[in-house]
């Protein structure tokens, strides 16, 4: 089993940054991919981005340029740097973690808010 706790959102101005972390624990050698995805009010579950355990990154198109996602994996953590932040990403934040035999994890969950 893996466990994740997010940390890090908020309410911001647009234009703004925050950074979102996730720390894991439990089975922790047995991640290979993590990664975030948001879900607005009314809207699907989408991809923001996830990162491999060789540090390759993959992006959402709303988020390219904006975003940075990254892994400490000394720290078990992985954080998302956003910003220039706008309404439309508010959204909650999970956390995400797929195992090498292909389990997925999820964290409970941090708000952003980006007021404009």
């Known amino acids: 089993q893996v466990q994740l706790v997010e940390s890090g959102g908020g309410l911001v101005q647009a234009g703004g940054s925050l950074r979102l972390t996730c720390a894991s624990s439990?089975?922790?050698?047995?991640?290979?991919?993590m990664g975030w995805y948001r879900h607005a009010p009314e809207k699907q579950r989408e991809l923001v981005a996830h990162?491999?355990?060789?540090?390759?990154?993959n992006y959402g198109d709303s988020v390219k340029g904006r975003f940075t996602i990254s892994r400490d994996n000394a720290k078990n953590t992985v954080y998302l740097q956003m910003n220039s932040l706008k309404p439309e990403d508010t959204a909650d934040y999970y956390c995400?973690?797929?195992?090498?035999?292909?389990?997925?994890?999820w964290g409970q969950g941090t708000q952003v808010t980006v007021s404009s």
């Open positions: 990162i491999s355990t060789g540090n390759v990154t």
């Open positions: 995400n973690a797929i195992t090498w035999s292909m389990k997925n994890f």
């Open positions: 439990g089975d922790i050698r047995t991640i290979n991919t």
